[in-house]
């Protein structure tokens, strides 16, 4: 079945430090990517998307492309900042197919001053 | 505002002891679903609806139901809870139409601590 694969955490940077967090999938269709962000005791929050390969997604200064050749979505950012410590999470939406939305295990980002 | 409305946020309880988290949208979202929320696993689904009176088994059904007997709302009923149960639960909603670009729409977490 589908599934996706993030990179484990906890991920420590310094501010200012460049980002990455690894996110690969496995999928029999032609799903749309997602990262998402959850800040402590919140819900999660839509970060950025990507609907079919080669697209890129953005928001914040976060940057992440739809690989289908290496069947990645990996996120990036130039510079970090405090607050951006946060749970980040990868998924995979097959909702119009299957009613599937797949999430990564999550991967903790802490970002020290 | 439009939102995704769960209740209670924290709950502790007994095993065996019959309850229910709440979730409500105002969206009109025919899409609705339930996740947990553990360490090191993600999050999974538990059950998801696609529209009023049609429900589905997520990845982890077992021990929950759910009914969908009115769009906006979305019950999670836990009939004998148990203590592998313990965890964090999560309400979302999206729009069918658009849900290959939109986002899910989520609540803001249920706590559930069963002793």
């Known amino acids: 079945g589908d599934s996706v694969t993030q990179m484990e955490g906890p991920v420590t940077l310094s501010e200012e430090a460049f980002l990455t967090i690894n996110c690969t999938y496995t999928a029999t269709g032609y799903p749309s990517l997602f990262w998402y962000v959850q800040y402590p005791g919140e819900g999660l929050q839509l970060l950025l998307k990507a609907t079919k390969a080669d697209d890129k997604g953005s928001n914040k200064g976060f940057e992440a492309t739809y690989r289908k050749e290496t069947t990645s979505f990996h996120l990036e950012k130039g510079s970090v900042q405090v607050s951006d410590s946060a749970v980040y999470f990868c998924?995979?939406?097959?909702?119009?197919?299957?009613?599937?939305?797949?999430f990564g295990q999550g991967t903790t980002l802490q970002v020290k001053p | 505002e439009a939102q995704v409305t769960q209740n209670p946020r924290y709950l502790i309880t007994v095993t065996g002891k019959k309850l229910t988290v709440t979730c409500s949208q105002n969206m009109n979202h025919e899409y609705m679903s339930w996740y947990r929320q553990d360490p090191g696993l993600g999050l999974r689904q538990i059950y998801y609806?696609?529209?009023?009176?049609?429900?589905d088994k997520g990845d982890v059904p077992e021990g929950y139901k759910v009914s969908r007997k009115e769009k906006r709302n979305f019950p999670l009923i836990l009939e004998s809870p148990s203590p592998n149960q313990t965890s964090l639960y999560f309400c979302?909603?999206?729009?069918?139409?658009?849900?290959?670009?939109?986002?899910?729409?989520f609540g803001n977490g249920t706590r559930l601590t069963v002793t």
């Open positions: 998924a995979l939406s097959d909702l119009g197919n299957t009613g599937k939305l797949i």
């Open positions: 609806s696609m529209n009023v009176e049609v429900t």
């Open positions: 979302a909603s999206i729009q069918r139409e658009s849900s290959y670009n939109s986002p899910l729409h």
